[in-house]
T-cell receptor
């Protein structure tokens, strides 16, 4: 089974801190994604990457950056955390260069980030 | 991606079939219909997807209307472990490339023992 592992299940940080959320997948997937999930708003795409060192903005990239130095690892960076970035963060991966018939997203269990 | 409409919540009894509806009246010819579910305290997981024909797998069945403007996810015999939020998502494959899926609010399925 594909495994997508997020480094922390719960994280508490202070306003202004630089925060790194790490995600690792073990199935050699080309595509990786970062979402955030908030009550009443569903999942929203922050950034995605379709190859090493490649990144694309999703729907809500403001206040975030990403890094993909190795194929299996995709990091989400909050340069200066703010209280409105308190949320559940979900990482996902998928295989293939095109969103074809057999494509599926595989998600990690999420990181609940609280910014105080 | 085109928009989908799902009921906010549904309730069903354990060991009975569940039919989860999804309306997608603006679906285009190249949109695939995907279903995911999210169990409590977990990330979403893939359930099933299809284009025009009905689809079956070990988790569920997907019934797609002839005009493709609606679809129904069928859980044949619900268990308590099927209690989750179910998302119906349209994905346009015509452009290729990976740009994620747009998740709406989904249907919160409650299973009564």
């Amino acid at each position: 089974d594909v495994k997508v592992t997020q480094s922390s299940r719960y994280l508490v940080k202070r306003t202004g801190e630089k925060v790194f959320l790490e995600c690792v997948q073990d199935m050699d997937h080309e595509n990786m994604f970062w979402y955030r999930q908030d009550p009443g708003l569903g999942l929203r795409l922050i950034y995605f990457s379709y190859d090493v060192k490649m990144k694309e903005k999703g729907d809500i990239p403001e206040g975030y950056s990403v890094s993909r130095e190795k194929k299996e690892r995709f990091s989400l960076i909050l340069e200066s955390a703010s209280t409105n970035q308190t949320s559940m963060y979900l990482c996902a991966s998928s295989t293939g260069s095109a969103w074809a018939t057999n494509e599926k997203l595989f998600f990690g269990s999420g990181t609940q980030l609280s910014v105080l | 991606d085109a928009k989908t409409t799902q009921p906010n919540s549904m309730e069903s009894n354990e060991e009975e079939p569940v039919h989860l509806p999804c309306n997608h009246s603006t679906i285009s010819g190249t949109d695939y219909i995907h279903w995911y579910r999210q169990l409590p305290s977990q990330g979403p997981e893939y359930v099933i997807h299809g284009l025009t024909s009905n689809v079956n797998n070990r988790m569920a069945s997907l019934a797609i209307a002839e005009d493709r403007k609606s679809s129904t996810l069928i859980l044949h015999r619900a268990t308590l472990r099927d209690a989750a939020v179910y998302y119906c998502i349209l994905r346009d494959t015509s452009g290729g490339g990976a740009d994620g899926l747009t998740f709406g609010k989904g249907t919160h399925l409650i299973i009564q023992p």
